[in-house]
């Protein structure tokens, strides 16, 4: 299906690889960006509870993007689901667009965090769903994606530390696993998760039906983290 940047009809799934088509530039970390597709929209599509008309709702789902080089896949969800226009996405990246390289949660409707930094989005998340708590808001479940290299940087290390003896049940991580972490985890990534005390599950990054299985397992009094696996960046 060929997508204009004038499209104003609803988008599925099938019709993010046309989004995704008009985007264009130098720096587009496309292994990054599409590694992500499959999980961002099981998500939007079927877990998170946010909408437009929600998204400043304070009893709603987070989601936080933390592997935010290469957003053109979130870019493409966000505009299919309706909190973007489609007629953004070709100035992605450019001086005067909203859309850059990596996502600001000031321009970017529906992005919680700005992000690309790697390491970041876990101890926010950890933050946010710490937050939420306080506030006696304990229906909204917080989500945030990480790439495995984050796995790289230690302060990721201390969130998950920290979260599964907390029982931050709400919280919950999904690790695209694109093999392009430096350093070996003993056991695999989800091993890691579950020696902090995290329930964890490793699935299909691009099997639907086992990601939103993933998503949904129950895992009362721990958070929740789900190792999706996708093709070797450099395959």
Do not use: C
């Not at 997508?3 to 988008?11: K, M, P």
């Not at 936080?64 to 957003?71: A, E, I, N, V, Y």
């Not at 201390?158 to 690790?175: D, K, M, Q, S």
């Amino acid at each position: 299906m060929t997508i204009t940047a004038h499209d104003h009809r609803t988008h599925g799934y099938d019709d993010l690889t046309g989004l995704m088509g008009l985007m264009t530039g130098d720096e587009k970390h496309g292994p990054a960006a599409t590694s992500t597709l499959d999980v961002l929209w099981v998500l939007y599509d079927r877990v998170l509870r946010v909408t437009p008309e929600r998204a400043a709702d304070p009893g709603r789902d987070r989601f936080l993007l933390s592997k935010g080089h290469g957003p053109m896949a979130y870019y493409a969800v966000l505009a299919a689901k309706g909190f973007l226009p489609v007629d953004w996405l070709p100035g992605f990246g450019g001086y005067d667009s909203p859309l850059g390289h990596h996502p600001d949660r000031v321009l970017v409707p529906g992005a919680e965090i700005g992000s690309g930094s790697l390491g970041h989005g876990l101890p926010i998340a950890v933050g946010t769903a710490l937050g939420l708590k306080a506030q006696g808001l304990t229906d909204p479940a917080v989500w945030v994606l990480i790439g495995d290299a984050e796995l790289d940087e230690g302060s990721n290390h201390e969130a998950i530390a920290f979260a599964g003896p907390a029982g931050l049940e709400r919280l919950h991580t999904v690790v695209v696993d694109n093999a392009s972490a430096s350093h070996a985890r003993p056991g695999g990534i989800a091993a890691r998760f579950e020696a902090a005390g995290w329930s964890a599950v490793t699935v299909d990054g691009r099997d639907h039906t086992a990601l939103y299985d993933a998503f949904t397992a129950p895992h009362p009094g721990r958070p929740h983290a789900v190792v999706a696996r996708v093709e070797p960046k450099n395959a």
